[in-house]
């Protein structure tokens, strides 16, 4: 269930093949220090552990070790993927990189994914719509740039169009462009007019609105302002 060496050193079933006896445990924090054969030490959740029903004495089998460090490695996981959620919503990427960044194999990483999706924590979908929200009220930009932006985030290129398409009333680029436009103009007071239509565009094509929307603002500042 683990690998690697990056991270925090994770229990592991002993090389020399069980059964092993329980000769002795004792609480360690949140974790219980089982002690096998009177020589292997394994450090294991306290939940976990009591969960097994294990006293003194009792002979623990290669398969029920695996297993129950399988269940304090997948607990480990959720507990330090809750707190990276804690942040900020993240997508399913996002959280499989930083997943990936632990000492834990693909298979645990599918099944915390899997119990983040159960549990309602982990959905692109509505990510595509929080930061198409977020990003307008505070940096406003255009779709292209949108759709770059959560590419960037790992979020399907298929699931960010359609989601696009069902917050289009929102992306009113040519209102969008206008505003932006209108508020870079004040930077370039006492540039000519073609130097003004040059640095708005480029500017506006940076922010990812479309060419019809780029044009219309463009030649609109300029016209109120008398610069064209």
């Not at 960010?160 to 505003?179: G, K, N, R, Y």
């Not at 130097?195 to 016209?223: C, D, M, N, P």
Request: proline share 3%; net charge neutral; hydrophobic share 35%.
């Amino acid at each position: 269930m683990s690998r690697g060496s990056k991270g925090p050193s994770l229990p592991q079933v002993p090389k020399e093949g069980g059964p092993w006896q329980l000769t002795a445990y004792r609480f360690l924090g949140q974790d219980i220090e089982m002690e096998l054969d009177g020589k292997y030490v394994i450090n294991l959740d306290a939940e976990i552990f009591y969960q097994q029903s294990w006293t003194e004495g009792t002979q623990i089998t290669d398969v029920q070790l695996q297993q129950t460090i399988n269940a304090h490695v997948v607990k480990w996981c959720k507990q330090r993927v809750i707190n990276f959620l804690s942040y900020r919503q993240r997508t399913e990427e996002e959280i499989r990189r930083y997943l990936q960044g632990l000492p834990i194999d693909a298979d645990c990483i599918d099944e915390v994914i899997g119990w983040l999706k159960q549990q309602g924590l982990v959905d692109d979908r509505e990510f595509v719509v929080r930061w198409v929200q977020h990003r307008l009220a505070t940096n406003p930009m255009g779709r292209r740039r949108l759709f770059l932006e959560l590419r960037q985030k790992g979020v399907d290129k298929n699931l960010i169009e359609e989601t696009l398409d069902e917050v289009s009333h929102l992306l009113d680029e040519s209102a969008m462009a206008l505003q932006l436009a209108n508020k870079q103009l004040r930077k370039y007071k006492d540039a000519d007019s073609l130097t003004v239509r040059r640095k708005l565009t480029a500017f506006l094509q940076r922010r990812g609105f479309e060419y019809s929307a780029i044009k219309h603002a463009v030649a609109e500042v300029l016209q109120e302002s008398n610069c064209d």
